[in-house]
């Protein structure tokens, strides 16, 4: 249990360790969330999560992989709120550098403009930070990409990555897996390995959510016949 100290409850003032204590609170919300990972392939990239949903509730009404543009998806681990938001405000990033420029912002950025965005949230008065970590995949100039984005502001490139629950094992099992000439079809089905090894109960189409952006620059969600289609291949 985390100790309660005056500190705790402060956003913007430091422990006398030199911590800021509600970013570690909202990381733990983070480590409370589904499990989500990506996985860079060298003609494309994968994002991955589960969506474990009460039996009465509808699945199309919750969406965890969604598009920023049409060459970038995001998902997320933590407060389904929270990436709303974000998700919302990346969007608007992105058409406000298309409509300067002529042109799709290049993945690097978006990352950096959203992480600014959550830093902000760590250094303002009455507000909290979000409670969401984000993995960002495209494919642009610079060809696929797979960023990370955590509460404190922090962002980071990854081959493949995993948060949310179980991030150790998945992590660890991508390491195993992962080699620098994998083409978009093997990280799919890696990546359908890695949610299955800390899956509780039995995976389907309904309950795990994939999206995928290839060498065209099209980011997609794949739909639940398609992802149906994938578990019979690793099956």
Do not use: C
């Not at 409850?9 to 983070?30: C, D, H, N, R």
């Not at 998902?75 to 409509?99: E, F, H, I, M, W």
């Not at 980071?156 to 080699?179: M, Q």
């Not at 359908?192 to 620059?217: A, D, H, P, S, Y």
Request: glycine letters at 8%.
């Amino acid at each position: 249990k985390m100790s309660e100290s005056p500190y705790s409850f402060s956003l913007t003032t430091f422990s006398p360790s030199g911590k800021l204590v509600q970013i570690e609170y909202a990381l733990q919300a983070v480590s409370q969330g589904t499990t989500s990972l990506g996985i860079k392939a060298k003609d494309g990239v994968v994002i991955a999560t589960e969506k474990k949903l009460p039996d009465l509730l509808k699945p199309s009404s919750i969406q965890k992989v969604n598009n920023l543009t049409d060459n970038i998806g995001v998902v997320y681990s933590g407060l389904n709120p929270d990436s709303r938001v974000l998700v919302t405000k990346g969007r608007k990033l992105a058409q406000q550098y298309y409509r300067t420029y002529k042109e799709n912002i290049p993945i690097s950025m978006i990352v950096k403009k959203i992480a600014n965005v959550m830093q902000e949230y760590t250094q303002s008065g009455g507000v909290r930070p979000f409670g969401v970590s984000l993995l960002i995949a495209g494919y642009d100039e610079s060809g696929p990409q797979l960023f990370q984005v955590d509460p404190s502001g922090s962002y980071f490139g990854w081959k493949a990555s995993a948060i949310g629950k179980n991030t150790l094992n998945a992590k660890t099992f991508l390491e195993k897996r992962y080699n620098e000439d994998m083409e978009l079809e093997d990280a799919i089905h890696t990546a359908i390995l890695t949610l299955k090894e800390g899956f509780e109960g039995q995976m389907t189409e309904n309950n795990i959510e994939i999206g995928v952006v290839n060498q065209q620059g099209e980011f997609r969600v794949l739909s639940t016949s398609e992802v149906k289609d994938y578990l019979g291949e690793v099956e």
